[in-house]
């Protein structure tokens, strides 16, 4: 059985250990070293990127969590784990650092604010089926490397077309929230890399 790591500093937390569950997985909630190192793959959730990055440093799990990352530890960060992923914020904060898995550019709260949430339908690339979206302060792909697999893209405020789902070898990003759908979708291709 696999055993699945929700990332367990901040952010929501739960409904992507219930959705992990519901694909039968064994779920972790990773908050020490030893957590980290249980886990087959892990999920980096939704939440405040800010307030995650300064978590992962005080309880000493960036530098392990970079190497497992490195080693090909399978991920799927959703909106601020997507920003978590990348290896540049547009907008962040001075100081603020990310653990680099996918060579991208990430723009935070590109969608605008709290306010602005919305609920989106895209097109899932990978099969071309719809898929229904939630994003709440959510980031983009302002730019990315080549390898960079675009999953899914929505047109932002400007009516400028961004990706808000990418797949870099073993990591998955997107800047919606997967789990709190009834699609498993984007939990699946997490789940297939194990």
Same mark, same amino acid.
């Given at each position: 059985m696999?055993?699945?790591?929700?990332l367990?500093?901040?952010?929501?937390?739960?409904?992507?250990?219930?959705m992990?569950?519901s694909?039968?997985a064994?779920?972790?909630?990773?908050r020490?070293?030893?957590?980290?190192?249980?886990?087959?793959?892990l999920?980096?959730p939704?939440?405040e990127?800010t307030?995650?990055?300064?978590?992962?440093?005080?309880?000493d799990?960036r530098?392990?969590?970079?190497?497992?990352?490195?080693?090909?530890?399978?991920?799927?960060?959703?909106c601020?784990g997507?920003?978590m992923?990348a290896?540049?914020?547009e907008?962040?904060i001075?100081?603020?650092?990310?653990?680099?898995?996918i060579?991208?550019t990430?723009?935070?709260n590109?969608?605008g604010?709290?306010v602005d949430?919305a609920?989106?339908d895209?097109?899932w690339?990978?099969?071309?089926s719809?898929?229904? *979206?939630?994003?709440?302060?959510?980031?983009?792909v302002? %730019?990315? @490397?080549?390898d !960079?697999?675009? =999953?899914?893209t $929505?047109?932002?405020?400007?009516?400028s077309?961004?990706?808000?789902?990418?797949?870099h070898?073993h *990591?998955?990003?997107?800047?919606?929230?997967?789990?709190? %759908?009834a @699609?498993t979708? !984007?939990?699946? =291709?997490?789940? $297939?890399f194990?």
């Amino acid at each position: 059985m696999t055993i699945a790591g929700v990332l367990a500093l901040q952010g929501d937390v739960h409904e992507h250990q219930v959705m992990l569950e519901s694909l039968g997985a064994e779920v972790i909630r990773v908050r020490r070293l030893s957590e980290l190192d249980a886990v087959d793959a892990l999920v980096i959730p939704g939440g405040e990127s800010t307030t995650m990055d300064k978590l992962l440093r005080a309880f000493d799990l960036r530098d392990r969590l970079i190497e497992r990352l490195r080693n090909g530890l399978p991920v799927l960060g959703s909106c601020a784990g997507m920003i978590m992923l990348a290896r540049d914020i547009e907008g962040g904060i001075e100081g603020q650092q990310t653990l680099g898995a996918i060579p991208m550019t990430v723009r935070r709260n590109a969608f605008g604010r709290q306010v602005d949430s919305a609920e989106v339908d895209l097109v899932w690339e990978p099969d071309g089926s719809a898929m229904h *979206a939630t994003f709440i302060r959510a980031p983009w792909v302002e %730019s990315r @490397d080549q390898d !960079v697999e675009v =999953l899914a893209t $929505a047109d932002g405020p400007d009516g400028s077309r961004h990706p808000v789902a990418v797949r870099h070898q073993h *990591a998955i990003a997107t800047s919606f929230h997967p789990e709190i %759908s009834a @699609d498993t979708r !984007v939990h699946e =291709l997490l789940l $297939a890399f194990t």
